[in-house]
C-alpha cells in the first residue's frame, strides 16, 4: 500500500477549550498550543494528537456557524479535508504522480517544517492531503 492510514483530520470547533478537555480526559490525547491562523486574525488552530501519526487540526474562526449544524445523520454537512499519511517518501511521489495523471492535483508539494504536503481534490469535490515526514 502506498498509505500508511490517517494524518490528520481538519475541523471547526466553536470551543477548543472544551474540545481539549474532552479529548484530553476521555482519551489521553496531547493537545499543542492554540495559535494564529489565517490571515485574518480571526482564526486559531490547535493540533490534537490521537495516535502516533494521526491528529486532529481544529479550528476556531470567528462568526462561523458550522459547528452548529448537529442535524441528525448525513444533515451535518461534510469535513473541511482530510489529510492521508504517505507510507514512505517514494509512496509520496508514486501518489503525488498518480494523482496529476488524474487531474486531482497541481501537483504543488509544500514544505510545512517537519512534513511536505500535496492537496488534491476527489471526485465529489472534497479536499484532501497526502503527507509525509521530512
Same mark, same amino acid.
Given at each position: 500500500?502506498? $498509505? ?51 491528529? $486532529? ?22 469535513? #473541511?479535508?482530510?489529510? $492521508?499519511?504517505?507510507?514512505?517518501? &517514494?509512496? !509520496? ?13 497541481? &501537483? ?10 500535496? !492537496? !488534491?481534490?476527489?471526485? #465529489? &469535490?472534497?479536499?484532501?492531503?497526502? $503527507?509525509?515526514?521530512?
Amino acid at each position: 500500500m502506498l $498509505l500508511n492510514g490517517i494524518n490528520h483530520i481538519a475541523l471547526i470547533s466553536k470551543d477548543i477549550d472544551a474540545l481539549r478537555a474532552f479529548y484530553t480526559e476521555v482519551f489521553d490525547a496531547e493537545v499543542g498550543p492554540t495559535k494564529p491562523h489565517g490571515d485574518q486574525g480571526d482564526e486559531t488552530m490547535t493540533t490534537i494528537r490521537i495516535g502516533p501519526h494521526t491528529e $486532529l487540526n481544529v479550528f476556531t474562526i470567528a462568526g462561523n456557524s458550522e459547528p452548529d449544524r448537529q442535524k441528525p445523520m448525513w444533515g451535518r454537512g461534510r469535513l #473541511d479535508h482530510f489529510g $492521508l499519511q504517505a507510507a514512505s517518501a &517514494g509512496s !509520496f511521489e508514486t501518489i503525488r504522480q498518480h494523482l496529476v495523471e488524474h487531474g486531482a492535483s497541481d &501537483g504543488e508539494v509544500n514544505d510545512f517544517g517537519s512534513v511536505r504536503s500535496l !492537496f !488534491f481534490r476527489d471526485p #465529489d &469535490g472534497l479536499e484532501g492531503e497526502v $503527507l509525509v515526514a521530512k
